[in-house]
């Protein structure tokens, strides 16, 4: 549950896991959520992933929206990615070399130095959660909610940094994975060729991988060593291609101008292949053309019918031209073809709300509801499911959600009323009671780690 999740890290944060330092909300920044890109990064690092020993179905890999180029893990489970990082990658095995590194730090127990590093961070900035930039998908032509995690550079800095030594071990781990999948280990030392260099900038130049993983002129000659003795095993894999292609020009669509994608891919509707094709319908959309953003992805999807992420991309699409029936269909056959997927449920869920009728509201709660229990930690969802709860009549309920919703982007002190709330409405002792309690818990324990 999320409350005793919250709870957990808040009090128990000396064990040094999924916390991150605090800041303003000027120098906030922004978890990028979106189906496809999450499925099409988890196909690239599945066979890494494998390599590693780690659990595939656990690890998630997510986009922060930044232009600067950085790459970390805040936990056992989840690893992080710049945006202006995977959009200067040239190929997937560039970024395959990125995960299996970051991996290759949780692999070999280097998170373990954290509760020492949280200690010197804490004096910097206050604690939260990273777990509260897990920002569900949102309207307004956005690849993805944005949700505001303060990140403050120098307390990040020495939250996240590794030693030379890490650095090293986890480069040879790395290697390792990617050459026992005939992935080019050379691949590893072009990314680290983004970075050489850098080491001689002002700090407030150099990138924050540059800042967090120490380069040496020993350690990329030690990958293009290893590189060259591995090129035997090397093996086609044009799978890669696809799913690298495919998420980096939706994130491109999504994050660049409109008339930027259009100028790549041509304004010709039908033209080039899916991921062209793809990111056309999304560059009209935001353009804003609907009706060419429209008639593009449904081509596409009639011509894909089995691919529930171009059914999501319909949806959002239609859901964002506020044709709200039609919305509920794409959506509807995308979460029929991806039933497990928490992203693609939320945004049935919230095409169900729009419509606004009894059925369709009960539908709804239904389908947050298994949203919820897949992914808590999307603020957009949990706002739904409020409402979803709320238009049910069900009032503790509503609250709780919403309580959780605060606490979930480090709003603690917004959250308590409504956690109050929750708490004098629904039945003492039930599961969502204590979560309620958990949040008030929380948020005291929070108030006295800032005196």
């Known amino acids: 549950m999320v409350g005793r999740v919250v709870s957990r890290v808040l009090t128990a944060v000396m064990a040094g896991m999924l916390v991150i330092a605090m800041a303003a909300p000027a120098s906030a920044q922004v978890i990028l959520r ?30 922060i929206k930044n232009d600067k180029m950085n790459a970390f893990v805040a936990d056992a489970d989840h690893v992080f990615i710049h945006s202006g990082l995977l959009l200067r990658l040239k190929d997937p095995a560039e970024l395959q070399a990125v995960i299996a590194h970051e991996l290759a730090h949780i692999a070999n127990g280097h998170l373990a130095r954290r509760a020492a590093n949280y ?9 939260g959660t990273i777990l509260a930039g ?17 990140v403050q550079s120098s307390a990040q800095r020495r939250f996240f940094a590794h030693t030379r030594a890490e650095e090293a071990s986890a480069d040879q781990s790395a290697l390792r994975y990617m050459a026992a999948n005939g992935i080019d280990p050379g691949a590893m030392g072009d990314v680290l060729e983004l970075f050489r260099g850098q080491e001689v900038l002002s700090v407030g130049r150099q990138d924050p991988y540059a800042l967090t993983h120490p380069l040496s002129r020993e350690r990329i000659r030690a990958v293009e060593g290893y590189a060259v003795a591995a090129q035997d095993r090397l093996q086609d894999r044009p799978d890669d291609m696809y799913w690298f292609t ?26 080039g292949d899916i991921t062209a094709r793809m990111r ?49 269909q794409a959506y509807g056959k995308a979460a029929a073809l991806a039933p497990r997927d928490a992203l693609v449920l939320g945004g049935y869920g919230r095409a ?86 958990d949040i008030l818990y929380a948020a005291t324990a929070a108030a006295k780690q800032r005196r």
């Open 246 to 271: 495919r998420a980096q020009g939706k994130l491109e669509a999504f994050l660049r101008a409109p008339s930027v994608t259009l100028r790549k891919v041509g304004r010709k509707a039908g033209q």
């Open 352 to 437: 169900l709300l729009a419509v606004n009728t009894p059925d369709n509201n009960r539908r709804a709660l239904d389908v947050l509801r298994k949203a919820y229990a897949r992914d808590p930690f999307s603020p957009q969802m949990l706002r739904d499911l409020g409402l979803a709860h709320a238009r049910a009549g069900q009032k503790g309920m509503a609250a709780l959600v919403t309580a959780e919703r605060y606490a979930l982007i480090g709003r603690l002190k917004d959250a308590v009323p409504h956690a109050k709330r929750a708490e004098g409405l629904l039945p003492r002792g039930s599961a969502g009671w204590t979560r309620a309690q």
């Open 134 to 150: 897990v920002a569900a998908a949102a309207g307004g032509g956005e690849a993805a909610a944005g949700l505001a995690i303060g």
């Open 119 to 127: 200690r010197s961070a804490r004096n910097a900035a206050a604690l």
């Open 280 to 328: 056309r319908a999304i560059a009209w959309h935001r353009s804003p053309k609907p009706q060419k953003a429209i008639a593009e992805i449904t081509a596409l999807v009639a011509a894909r019918p089995n691919d529930p992420y171009l059914a999501e991309l319909k949806g959002q699409i239609l859901l964002e031209s506020r044709q709200f029936n039609a919305a509920v």
């Open 34 to 63: 979106d189906a496809d890109i999450e499925h099409a990064l988890r196909e690239l690092a599945r066979p890494v992933i494998n390599a590693a020993g780690l659990s595939a179905s656990r690890l998630q890999i997510l986009i």
